[in-house]
Nanobody, 121 residues
């Protein structure tokens, strides 16, 4: 089993920045994708940014709506993932969830509890 704990959400003004963190613990398969999703009220959960480790050079992906504003990164142990958010807009307001997907092993897909990000206009 894998546990994910997010932190770093909060209230920020338009144009501001926040950094979200997610710490993974438990039995983690070395090849995995850690990602950030978000869900706004009345909307479906959408992928914001993803980072796949265990592959040569790593692979990152971003939703078009956040390209150039958000950046995903990991620590050297590959068990903590960050989402650096800048130039925040009211449309970025949502609950942000951390996700870990095993690519191999049990192929488990794990989720954190979510952290609220609110961008005021």
């Amino acid at each position: 089993q894998v546990q994910l704990v997010e932190s770093g959400g909060g209230l920020v003004q338009t144009g501001g920045s926040l950094r979200l963190s997610c710490v993974a613990s438990g039995t983690i398969f070395s090849i995995n994708t850690m990602a950030w999703y978000r869900q706004a009220p009345g909307q479906e959960r959408e992928m914001v940014a993803a980072d796949t480790s265990g592959t040569s050079g790593g692979i990152t992906n971003y939703a078009d709506s956040v390209k150039g504003r958000f950046a995903i990164s990991r620590d050297s142990a590959k068990t903590t993932v960050y989402l650096h958010m800048s130039s925040l807009e009211p449309e970025d307001t949502a609950v942000y969830y951390c996700s870990l997907l095993h690519i191999g092993g049990d192929y488990g897909h794990y989720w954190g509890q979510g952290t609220q990000v609110t961008v005021s206009s």
